[in-house]
């Protein structure tokens, strides 16, 4: 799996969108953006996840530049309970049994994101 | 709540023992991974297993041993403990051995003193 960078930190406004940005230059062709969070110590939490159009759900967007080098994860109105570790993942999606290729995900450090009232 | 259980949710042992962590993988997923969270190593995947067999290993030290039931519940057996296992251990599940979207477990905190 591709290797990403984020920053270690950010802070937030509750009630304005938190941007996350993350950078996958050697992303593949054929490898996902996955996001994850974890609100201290508990189990980490899935997100959203997208290959190169635009993703939204009910807890946020993920925006993905045309060249695929990099994402954001738009939080749209952070509140103070959405102050968690947030990790960015790139990882090969899809029924193709690459080979080589495991099935774990890979965890960097994150962006620890404060939100502050 | 992501449908996989953990328990214990907290266990407190001493350096030499051993203890026997449990998950329940969510309803009709076969893949179930477990990950150790220490404080210096950050999330580290251990090993994962498919439908009843061993699928890969990551970090996973000779002390420590994993199996899957016919019920696709987890074990995740750790011996002779020292000081350095203490960490907070996850579960995850997913459907396929590959590219599905993990859901994780509220983990077990191991304690060692």
């Known amino acids: 799996d591709a290797k990403t960078t984020q920053p270690p930190s950010m802070d937030c406004a509750e009630g304005r969108a938190a941007n996350l940005p993350c950078n996958h230059s050697t992303i593949s062709g054929n490898e996902y953006v996955y996001w994850y969070r974890q609100i201290h110590s508990q189990g980490p939490q899935y997100i959203i996840h997208?290959?190169?159009n635009n993703e939204t759900n009910e807890m946020a967007s993920l925006i993905i530049t045309e060249d695929r080098k990099s994402s954001t994860l738009i939080l749209p109105h952070a509140t103070l309970r959405d102050t968690a570790v947030y990790y960015c993942?790139?990882?090969?999606?899809?029924?193709?049994?690459?080979?080589?290729?495991?099935?774990?995900?890979?965890f960097g450090k994150g962006t620890k994101l404060s939100v502050k009232p | 709540d992501s449908g996989v259980t953990q328990t214990p949710k907290h266990l407190i042992t001493a350096t030499g023992q051993r203890v026997t962590l449990r998950c329940s993988p969510r309803s009709g997923d076969l893949s179930v991974y477990w990950y150790q969270q220490s404080l210096d190593q950050g999330l580290q995947f251990l090993i994962q297993y498919y439908n009843g067999e061993e699928r890969a290993k990551g970090n996973i030290l000779e002390r420590f041993s994993a199996q899957q039931f016919p019920d696709l519940h987890s074990e995740l057996n750790l011996s002779s403990l020292e000081l350095g296992d203490s960490a907070l251990y996850f579960c995850?599940?997913?459907?396929?051995?590959?590219?599905?979207?993990?859901?994780f477990g509220p983990g077990t905190r191991l304690t060692v003193l």
């Open positions: 993942i790139v990882r090969v999606t899809g029924t193709t049994d690459y080979g080589g290729s495991q099935g774990n995900l890979i």
């Open positions: 997208g290959l190169k």
């Open positions: 995850a599940s997913s459907v396929r051995p590959k590219g599905d979207t993990q859901y």
